[in-house]
Structures are given as C-alpha cells and as structure tokens.
C-alpha cells in the first residue's frame, strides 16, 4: 500500500544506517510523504518517480573501501535537490571530485557545530549549534562548486553546500532528537530547497489504501491476523471497510499473551467487528512447539510458522481464501533488514515480516507496511477504533515468548504476566502511562541467592524496562520516581512466586533494542 496522496514525495537512499528510517518518519513530521528506497536504485528509476528532493542517509562502510555502497553519480545531475547525511555527505564529496580521508578523531556523540556561512540550510539558526556525531572520516576538500558551510574542532567540512546544483550535505545527524536544530535543518531542505508544500497527513492514506485493497483483492478472500493492538485492528477495519464481508479477522490466543488479555481482546472484537470476528484457541500448539527452544530468532521463526500453520488450518475451516493480512508497520519491515532492500542490517526477525515460512499457501497482505506507530494511531481515531485500542502500547507479536529469555514455559509464562501486571498497574497508579511509550518485565533464565523471611531463596530475577520515544526507532530509558521503582520491585518480589530480585534496564536504543529477545 502507498500511503501517499498528493503526489509530493522525497526519498531516502539507505546505505545502511539504523537511522534510514527515522529521516524517513522526521519528514514526514513536517508533513511531507517520504518512502525509503535502496542505495542501488537505479537513477532512472528514480527520476520516474519525480521526487521533490532525495536524501542520502548514513552508514557503518567508508566510502574509499573497495565494494563501499555508492551511486551512480548522475544522480546529481537530475536538478532534484539533494541533502546528504553523514555518509551520504561523504559520498557526495567524493563523487563530485572532493576529497575523504580518515579523521585524526573519531566524533561519536555531542559535538559543537560552528556555522560559518548561513546559506539555506542554516537559516535561522545562530553561529553555532549542538549536533550529534557519529563518523570516523571526514570531508578534507570540497568539490568544485561547493561552499563550507560550517567546521567543528575535529571536522573542517561539517557542512557544505552547492546551491546553484541544489546540492547539499553536512556530517553530523539532524534527524535525531540529540540534535535540538535538527527539525529546522530540516524544514530548510524541504521548504526552501525541494519547494515542498507540507500538504501530506496520514489520513489522507484512508481513501487511497481502500482503493488499493479492492484493486489488490478483487473478489478474493482475505484471513487478518488480529493481535488486538492498534496496527492489526486498523488493518483489519481498513479491510472491512474494504471488501466488506470477504474478510474474516482471526484472533490466535497462543498463550503468550499479558494478564487477562485474551479475555479483552475477544470481548472488544467480537464487539467492533461481529460475525468477521473469530477467535482461537492454540495455546497448547503453540507452547508445544517452543518447548527446549532458546535461541530467540529460532522462537521467533517457530512462532511465525506456527501462526501460518494456524490460519491455514482456520482458512480451510472458514473456507476459501487466497491472502492473509498483517499490521506490519515500516520499523518492523526495516529491522528485519527488509525496510528498503537496501543495506541497513537485520536487527530481528518480525514473526509478520521475515518469519514467514517459504511454503505460505496465502498471499500476503501489509497495508501499513509504510507507516509509523503514531501515524497509525491517528489513522485509527479517524476510523473510529476506541481509546484503549488506539492507545495501547506496542506488543510484539511472538507475545512474552520474547520476554522470557530462554525456554518458554507455563511455569515462566505465569510468573512474567504477573510481574508484568504489576508494573502496568503501578504505572497507572502514578499517572506515568501518557509519559511512558512502552513497558514490560522481562524474566531471564538465572537464579540468584536471596534471603525470604527467616530462609534462604534461590528464585529468579525480572527486569523491568520503560522507554520513551516518538517513534519506536530510537528510545531512552524513562526516569521513573524511586518511590514508583521501589513499589514495582517490592510488589514484585512479595506477590510473584519464583522471583527474589528486581533489575531496572537503564539502556538507551541503540546500542539496546526495546524488547531483549
């Protein structure tokens, strides 16, 4: 599905960074459609899709290395503007006749950006700025055409421009929130360089994605994997809304869910969606399969096809059908290495994305497959879903299988949805859920001494992990009170059987991911 509405586009050239996606989500929080695609696009492909401007990301190689990802450099000859980020500044220099050579320092983290020629991309701002780094070589000479546009102690070229090409790079990162200037930098490039106009909304993709889906389906049926989390229930209304009664939206309860959740999801859908609504119960099935697994991306995979293996047998039950639907959202697409066939790395296989078995007898069905987690929820509040549903935080889809690290069993799994009970109810308690985007506990497969009454205890330790973010891409871990802490790890400890220790996990995304497994 193309979530796009006006025909106003840029498009992000990944080289493997991390970060590919999240230029991808800051421009469209300026209200301009932007899509990722590969670094090896070709420039006829991409001049067919007549972007107002293209945006190089970074990325881990060095352009001088042999086999270094690059383009063709009549890329630069399109008249589109271009912005190069990091690697894609490097690679700008180089191509066009500058010159890359290796820092005599690496600059990893906060660095000082001092402005020296307030050319477009620095309108507005002052003479210097704080700007996050991340890169071990550097822009020694520009190319022919081109201005400095700014320095740091370490980096004589943290900027440059060519503004009669419409040419434009700098080395630091303006899409991360540690770069406070980023969003104006930013809005600089698409307004004043790419004359964008800031039209787009994600509501407009409504319309656009209902067309697509009948086109796409004709009189086909279509199996929608419901979960009961925002993505998969705006999926599944899209599809209704769609094509109607050809849609059958089946809830698997596969016993890796939180405390009480079948019971609500079931009652909530069953509510929303009526006779299109089925639920089943494979919890056994699912557990059986896990049972002596520990390695998380073979979890993952087991889970994944153990879904298809399901829905099948339910397609056949149900009848004919010839597609299966997932909430597939782009953070998910792009940490499974497959978000823009380009070089960023997979991170975890996603069981809707990279877990899917060869044999799938369906085919496949992502309508959000271009969108983020906030674009969703908003798209969800125009379809009417109501706020429990739209504001619940993100779940992965293998359940607390990813939570316990280790084996999953049903012993772990009922000593996880309490200790998970307990930090979503004393989070509640304090009035932290609009604060805090995503929490869980995770238990891990050690036990530790500890001292219970009058007698020693040899139990189990839960972590619990809280972020913050705005887009699930990058995360820091939430300054949750002390009081609140010491309420959580208490009740922990008195109330879940097989647990004497409670950990914080006070790492940020990256170098961690949200979930452990």
């Given amino acids: ?23 991808v989500r800051k421009v469209r929080e300026q209200r301009v459609y932007a899509e990722m695609r590969p670094f090896s696009t070709p420039v006829e492909e991409l001049a067919r899709e007549q972007p107002r401007g293209i945006i190089l990301s970074g990325g881990p190689a060095s352009v001088y290395e042999p086999g270094a990802p690059t383009v063709d450099p009549a890329l630069f000859s399109l008249g ?13 220099a180089r191509l066009l006749g500058g010159t890359v050579e290796p820092g005599q320092e690496r600059e990893y983290g906060h660095a000082e950006i001092f402005i020296d020629c307030h050319d477009l991309l620095f309108q507005g701002l002052g003479e210097r700025i704080s700007a996050w780094m991340s890169h071990g070589d550097r822009v020694a000479q520009v190319p022919r055409g081109f201005t400095p546009l700014a320095h740091t102690r370490h980096t004589p070229v943290a900027a440059m421009a060519d503004p009669a090409r419409h040419l434009y790079a700098v080395q630091f990162h303006p899409e991360v929130h540690h770069t406070p200037d980023g969003p104006t930098i930013l809005r600089n490039f698409l307004f004043d360089a790419c004359r964008c106009s800031g039209t787009w909304q994600p509501g407009n993709f409504i319309e656009d994605s209902l067309v697509q ?59 929303l969606l009526g006779d299109a609504f089925v639920a ?15 390695d998380p991306e073979q979890k993952r995979r087991i889970i994944g096809e153990t879904f298809i293996a399901v ?8 009848g004919e059908f010839q597609f299966i639907a997932h909430g597939t959202l782009y ?10 066939g380009g070089a960023t790395a997979r991170i975890k ?34 379809l009417g879903l109501p706020a429990e549903i739209v504001d619940r935080q993100p779940f992965p889809g293998p359940g607390l299988a990813v939570r316990i690290v280790g084996e999953v069993t049903e012993d772990r799994l009922a000593i996880l949805r309490e200790a998970d009970a307990i930090v979503h109810e004393e989070l509640l308690a304090a009035g932290l859920m609009p604060y805090v985007s995503q929490s869980l506990a995770v238990l891990l497969p050690v036990q530790s001494v500890g001292v219970m009454g009058d007698g020693r205890s040899y139990a189990y330790p839960v972590v619990v992990r809280a972020v913050v973010t705005d887009d699930f891409m990058t995360a820091d871990w939430a300054r949750l009170p002390h009081e609140v802490l010491a309420r959580i790890s208490t009740r922990i400890v008195n109330e879940v059987g097989g647990v004497n220790r409670v950990l914080y996990d006070i790492t940020s995304k990256p170098p961690a991911t949200i979930e452990w497994e």
């Fill in 1 to 23: 599905m193309q979530p796009q509405a006006t025909g106003e586009k840029v498009l992000v050239l990944d080289f493997g960074a991390q970060y590919a996606q999240l230029i």
């Fill in 80 to 92: 589109v503007p271009i912005l190069g980020i990091c690697y894609g500044h490097q690679l700008m």
């Fill in 213 to 271: 889906l009948r086109e796409r389906i004709g009189d086909g049926r279509v199996l929608c994997a419901l979960s009961g989390g925002v993505d998969s229930a705006v999926t599944a209304l899209l599809l209704q809304r769609a094509v109607g009664s050809q849609v059958r939206a089946v809830f698997v309860d596969h016993g890796l869910m939180r405390k009480n959740e079948p019971e609500q999801v079931i009652a909530t859908f069953r509510r």
């Fill in 280 to 294: 089943v119960d494979a919890r056994r099935e699912f557990l059986e399969r896990l049972r002596g697994v520990t």
């Fill in 311 to 318: 829905f099948e047998r339910e397609a056949a039950r149900l």
């Fill in 331 to 340: 953070p998910d697409v792009v940490e499974s290495g497959a978000g823009s």
């Fill in 349 to 382: 296989t996603h069981h809707n994305v990279g877990g899917l078995p060869e044999n799938m007898k369906l085919e496949n069905i992502e309508p959000l497959r271009l969108l983020f987690k906030d674009e969703v929820r908003e798209i969800g509040r125009q």
